[in-house]
């Protein structure tokens, strides 16, 4: 690199220069004006900036001479290069400032951990100004550096990634060859030591207690067995065996993934009864192993494992797994099926009793013997409606009834041929009229619920009551079907519409069973082929679609409906008359009842009741509302009352006239009364339809003439305790039913 300033390069000169300046030189080409300049006069060359040869390292220019007086070259152009000398002036550079590699631990000495290299930017071919030569400046004695390659090896035996696992080197490059004067750069390089399966497993310890309750269940871990490893990753990876004998098979040992200690579980199950205490060996060896470092071993260990079983109380066990029996559906009930057994385990041997979870026999068909665990028949079966019962049967203690076990009990109901054979469907076949003898009409099999082990065998025959001037007969085929056949040709639908063929089918069980079935058999028009054409009014219906059931839930639908609308009009029609006086015994002080209408509150004329109260008390001026007034029609002819009359007779000479006047005062004035009662008395005695007991309940009326007067109560200011009504015993037979009622009142109030 050339200095700074005004540096003189080159002289150019022309033969043709007298030297009096009249020539002048021009300069073209790389860096001509900026970084090269010519003296015009004397052709100097000169550089005007620093020149770095690590930038470019040479540049080409031309140049030629001109006159000065006429302006043209003396000369062609000349063409030269400038080449840059290279020196010393660029220290070597790393490729990295910081380098990370890695080596085995217990490598050889010699062995390459990786390769550095610098650079420099001088020229090679130039002196030693390129040249570079490596050095290590840390990390000596464990790593050194080649001079000339810079390939770092170890320079240790047996370095241990257990001891120190990380190094830090720094490798210096030096250029002239690393004589004095150099220039040099530096890098640092992170180197780690990987690890090898060269340290064998150990138990810290050699011998390990557990212990595990008896009711522990099944993958239960026990305990955990950690192992010391100082590998680390894939070199410290570990399996675990057990190699006694004793206990292989009651315990399990795996290795925990996560932090390779060995996990010891239950395999099977242990019973305090049967064994209190297993001693096991368990090996641990690594996994993954180098076979340069099998001196080192051995790469196993070993340690004993000591596994206390602890007692607790448990329920009792049965012998079995499950149970399964068998009973005939035919067996009565008590009949005992089978029996179960449990034992209670601990030593204590408590008692055990026996029960049925009822929640899996909600019937109650099945029980058991506490006791003995006898399981019995509590109900009769039928395979028919269930072949297999399956219940629980459950065991618990009697000093601990919270220790319960159940078991699974499944019963099979056999088959007992208990049930008759019957048609397989309901059979209705029709015969043709123009029918030959002995044509087929129906083809027909049967069905039977029992089981039989040689499967179902039916024979079909016909009923021998049937067999006397049979029109139809029956044919066993011997394959569970049957044929009925014509026995005659020609039949009438007019004469017999309709034929019932009764067939009997009998099983081949033991004992046999045999039902007699009904095959109804209806007459038909056919036509020549044999499709019938007409059947009658019923078989119609039959064929459209309705059986005889629907015919008859309709008719029955029709009839219920026509009795409730009769019996609707009927009760509209209805008009019950309330009697006036519900019972004889029904006697009160207001006797007269009415059942007439009247014209509502306001109507106080409809019936003046003061008139039956005080005839003297009547109103002439009024007229009555509730009957034509006598001047409308005239009155009814009328006897005197039989006390008028006798007070007539009795009165006698001087006497009746007075008698006469009062009696006839009193007829008068209580005319309108008595034409009234008289006039309704003669219509109801005309009306046919008229109650026997409508006078007694509409009148009260006793004529003015009575000895007795009024004997209502409606004006009486005294009350009943104030009369005495013994006299009215002497009043005759007309007073005789008011004696006993107000008489004997009277008489039990005075005893």
């Known amino acids: 690199m050339a200095s700074l300033g005004e540096c003189l390069l080159l002289e150019l000169h022309s033969d043709q220069d007298p030297g009096d300046g009249t020539i002048r030189y021009q300069l073209t080409g790389d860096g001509a004006g900026d970084t090269f300049?010519?003296?015009?006069?004397?052709?100097?060359?000169?550089?005007?900036?620093?020149?770095?040869?690590?930038?470019?390292?040479?540049?080409?220019?031309?140049?030629?001479?001109?006159?000065?007086?006429?302006?043209?070259?003396?000369?062609?152009?000349?063409?030269?290069?400038?080449?840059?000398?290279?020196?010393?002036?660029?220290?070597?550079?790393?490729?990295?400032?910081?380098?990370?590699?890695?080596?085995?631990?217990?490598?050889?000495?010699?062995?390459?951990?990786?390769?550095?290299?610098?650079?420099?930017?001088?020229?090679?071919?130039?002196?030693?100004?390129?040249?570079?030569?490596?050095?290590?400046?840390?990390?000596?004695?464990?790593?050194?550096?080649?001079?000339?390659?810079?390939?770092?090896?170890?320079?240790?035996?047996?370095?241990?990634?257990?001891?120190?696992?990380?190094?830090?080197?720094?490798?210096?490059?030096?250029?002239?060859?690393?004589?004095?004067?150099?220039?040099?750069?530096?890098?640092?390089v992170s180197i780690t030591l990987s690890d090898v399966n060269n340290n064998p497993p150990r138990f810290p310890q050699g011998v390990y207690q557990f212990s595990i309750p008896e009711s522990a269940q099944l993958g239960s871990v026990i305990g955990m067995l950690q192992v010391r490893d100082n590998d680390v990753g894939r070199n410290a990876e570990m399996d675990y065996k057990i190699t006694s004998e004793e206990g292989r098979d009651v315990f399990r040992i795996a290795t925990d993934k996560d932090t390779q200690d060995g996990v010891l579980s239950l395999n099977r199950q242990v019973d305090y009864e049967s064994k209190r205490m297993y001693t096991l060996r368990v090996q641990v060896e690594n996994r993954y192993l180098d076979p340069r470092f099998r001196s080192l071993g051995p790469f196993h260990d070993t340690a004993l494992v000591k596994v206390a079983v602890?007692?607790?109380?448990?329920?009792?066990?049965?012998?079995?797994?499950?149970?399964?029996?068998?009973?005939?559906?035919?067996?009565?009930?008590?009949?005992?099926?089978?029996?179960?057994?449990?034992?209670?385990?601990?030593?204590?041997?408590?008692?055990?009793?026996?029960?049925?979870?009822?929640?899996?026999?909600?019937?109650?068909?099945?029980?058991?013997?506490?006791?003995?665990?006898?399981?019995?028949?509590?109900?009769?079966?039928?395979?028919?409606?269930?072949?297999?019962?399956?219940?629980?049967?459950?065991?618990?203690?009697?000093?601990?009834?919270?220790?319960?076990?159940?078991?699974?009990?499944?019963?099979?109901?056999?088959?007992?041929?208990?049930?008759?054979?019957?048609?397989?469907?309901?059979?209705?076949?029709?015969?043709?009229?123009?029918?030959?003898?002995?044509?087929?009409?129906?083809?027909?099999?049967?069905?039977?619920?029992?089981?039989?082990?040689?499967?179902?065998?039916?024979?079909?025959?016909?009923?021998?009551?049937?067999?006397?001037?049979?029109?139809?007969?029956?044919?066993?085929?011997?394959?569970?079907t049957a044929m009925v056949l014509t026995l005659r040709s020609g039949y009438s639908r007019i004469q017999h519409s309709r034929y019932l063929v009764p067939v009997v089918i009998s099983d081949g069980g033991s004992p046999v069973q045999s039902s007699t079935n009904t095959l109804t058999v209806r007459v038909c028009s056919c036509d020549r082929d044999g499709n019938m054409k007409l059947c009658n009014a019923e078989a119609l219906v039959l064929a459209a679609g309705l059986s005889t059931g629907a015919l008859v839930a309709i008719l029955l639908c029709v009839c219920i409906l026509l009795m409730l609308v009769v019996l609707f009009a009927a009760l509209r029609r209805q008009r019950k008359k309330e009697p006036l006086i519900m019972s004889k015994e029904d006697v009160r002080d207001n006797v007269v009842s009415y059942n007439d209408e009247g014209g509502g509150e306001e109507d106080t004329q409809a019936f003046d009741i003061g008139t039956l109260r005080n005839p003297e008390a009547l109103d002439d001026s009024k007229l009555r509302r509730d009957i034509m007034p006598d001047a409308l029609y005239p009155p009814l002819p009328r006897r005197p009352p039989p006390s008028s009359l006798a007070a007539a007779a009795a009165g006698g000479g001087g006497g009746a006239g007075g008698g006469a006047g009062g009696v006839a005062g009193a007829l008068r004035d209580n005319g309108d009364v008595r034409d009234f009662i008289a006039h309704r008395l003669g219509e109801n005695d005309t009306d046919p339809t008229a109650p026997p007991y409508d006078s007694l309940a509409t009148y009260a009326y006793e004529g003015s003439g009575s000895v007795a007067h009024s004997l209502s109560s409606l004006e009486s200011a005294a009350s009943d305790g104030d009369h005495d009504y013994n006299y009215l015993s002497d009043w005759g037979p007309r007073f005789k039913k008011l004696a006993n009622m107000y008489g004997t009142e009277d008489s039990d109030k005075d005893s």
Not at 46 to 57: C, I, N, P, Q, W
Not at 77 to 94: L, M
Not at 338 to 363: C, E, F, L, N, Q
Request: with cysteine; charged share 25%.
């Open 37 to 188: 300049t010519i003296d015009p006069r004397s052709g100097d060359i000169h550089a005007t900036k620093r020149l770095d040869r690590e930038e470019r390292s040479f540049y080409t220019l031309r140049a030629r001479a001109v006159s000065n007086r006429t302006g043209r070259p003396l000369e062609d152009w000349t063409n030269f290069t400038i080449k840059i000398h290279d020196i010393n002036d660029n220290a070597p550079t790393f490729t990295k400032s910081v380098y990370m590699a890695s080596v085995p631990e217990m490598s050889d000495v010699g062995t390459s951990v990786m390769t550095v290299t610098a650079t420099d930017a001088d020229d090679i071919s130039y002196g030693n100004s390129a040249r570079v030569v490596y050095s290590i400046l840390e990390g000596q004695p464990y790593f050194s550096v080649e001079p000339n390659t810079g390939i770092i090896r170890t320079a240790l035996q047996d370095m241990n990634r257990e001891n120190r696992e990380h190094y830090q080197v720094v490798i210096q490059a030096k250029d002239m060859a690393g004589q004095m004067g150099g220039l040099s750069g530096t890098a640092t």
């Open 310 to 480: 602890t007692d607790e109380n448990e329920p009792p066990v049965f012998q079995r797994s499950s149970y399964q029996m068998e009973v005939q559906e035919s067996a009565p009930v008590g009949t005992i099926i089978g029996s179960v057994s449990a034992m209670d385990p601990d030593h204590i041997r408590s008692p055990v009793k026996y029960s049925v979870d009822r929640h899996t026999d909600m019937d109650h068909v099945f029980n058991v013997y506490p006791g003995n665990g006898s399981v019995y028949l509590q109900k009769p079966l039928d395979r028919e409606e269930a072949s297999w019962h399956n219940i629980s049967i459950r065991a618990e203690e009697f000093n601990n009834p919270n220790q319960i076990s159940r078991v699974p009990v499944n019963i099979k109901v056999l088959d007992v041929n208990d049930n008759p054979p019957t048609f397989a469907t309901l059979y209705e076949t029709f015969v043709c009229e123009n029918a030959k003898a002995g044509q087929r009409i129906q083809m027909i099999s049967a069905t039977d619920p029992d089981e039989p082990i040689g499967g179902q065998r039916f024979s079909f025959r016909l009923a021998p009551e049937a067999t006397v001037k049979a029109n139809f007969t029956v044919r066993d085929n011997n394959d569970n």
